[in-house]
């Protein structure tokens, strides 16, 4: 009976689960922990009290069960700088942190293109370079403990590896999020490191998301690291989405899609390219797309007490009677494919007959538009024949059904919607050769499949009407 642990290390919280060798997860447990906000538009998190909690989540579901492997996944992004005794030097500076946004708007100018061809990232505060470049300029003596190589610096994938085993390692999907890694040759890039004014040496050795990263004895006996995935790249692994042309959608406080793109590095021009995964020394490749506001927006309507729960929001959708209701949730800007960050949120076609179920509708409707408008960015590169989904709002059967509708392909859901930790179970499991990719592929279960019912004409003209808004939501906010 393999028994694998999945540590999935989120935004807001942690999370442990136990997969057992069909797939299934038998326990799951997770925890918040705090925020930090220094400042307006700065975001920080406590690494010491991630790993604790952590720790306590996966202590309090593997009490009495022997695992066999772990796997961790874990917001991508977010920088820590330790020293030898995995002390932190600071705070973790995480994604959403805009702390270096001028920074990066100067480099971004010179070095913009070489950054996207590199690294297939677009020049932004969002990824780690500019993160770990401020720590090691504003933390006293930070840069000069560096030079003496006192100091490590990762992803959090990272900083758990080394709590959990002792080694300084990552993954290439986390290390293809932090700007500094050249995603075609598979290597830190020195160039960017010089730029960025960081020394290879504190950086991780960047390993095959399928290997053994090191050994711990925190759950009884030695049980191997052996499988780490960024959250997003998890996710598309725990959807089993192997073949080119296949996509995984994220429904959150905004949405992330990634589309696999086989062994080949497809550049898009509004859309990010990533390392999916390496295993046996293959590289996957992958698109990503980010829309800002999703689950945030039906949060929104909630904080307005529009919505009481947000389950109630199906009912009221299929109650709504006014089609020409659009509402674009730019509420800080549009991400893909637009990535204006002066837009802002638009709700136009009101009447005096508007009522609430109408503004539900249309937020629902927003949340597959933007969905859509990322797809249409995909299908320029790759094939996409159906998406696969998961997240909160992919339990809403009227977005779902609309999503197919409005997108004219199939959506389907799986049975278990946890993808993430399955997906670092799934690796992990891999490694120890639990399974392999074709037994994986036979794990995924459908839920339900969501076939498009709408006619083409009637797609054509909604969407039409939802781009004709969005070009009215951009730019709002520029002086
Ligand atoms: O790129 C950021 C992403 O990895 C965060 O994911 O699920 O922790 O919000 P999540």
Known sequence: MTRILAMDEGTTNVKASIVDEEGKIISSLSKEFNQIYPKPGWVEHEPEEIWRTQVEVAKKITKNERIDAIGITNQRETVVVWDKNGKPIYNAIVWQCRRTADMMEEIKKEYGEIIREKTGLIADAYFSASKIKWLLDNVPRARERAKMRELMAGTIDSYLIYKLTGEHLTDHSNASRTMLFNIKKGEWDEELLELFGIPKDILPHVRDSSSVFGYTKLFGKEVPVSGVLGDQQAALFGQTCFSKGMLKVTYGTGNFLLANTGNEIEHSENLLTTVAWKIKGNTTYALEGSVFITGAALKWLKDLEILKDYDDSENLAKNAKDS????????????????????????????????????????????????????????????????????????????????????????????????????????????????????????????????????????????????????????????
């Open 324 to 479: 020409k209701l659009f509402f674009v949730p730019a509420f800080s800007g549009l991400g893909s494919p637009y990535w204006d960050p002066h837009a802002r949120g638009l709700l136009i076609g009101i009447t005096r007959g508007t009522k609430k179920e109408d503004i539900v509708k249309a937020t629902l409707d927003s949340i597959a538009y933007q969905t859509k408008d990322v797809v249409e960015e995909m299908k320029k590169q790759v094939k996409i024949k159906e998406i696969r989904v998961d997240g909160g709002a992919s339990k809403n059967d009227y977005l779902m059904q609309f999503q197919s509708d409005i997108l004219g392909i199939p959506v389907l859901r799986p049975a278990i919607l946890e993808t993430t930790s399955l997906g670092a179970a799934f690796m992990a499991g891999l490694t120890i050769g639990a399974w392999d990719m074709n037994d994986l592929k036979g794990l995924w279960k459908e839920d339900r499949r969501f076939e498009p019912k709408m006619k083409d004409e009637d797609r054509e003209k909604l969407y039409k009407r939802w781009k004709d808004a969005v070009s009215r939501a951009l730019g709002w906010a520029k002086e």
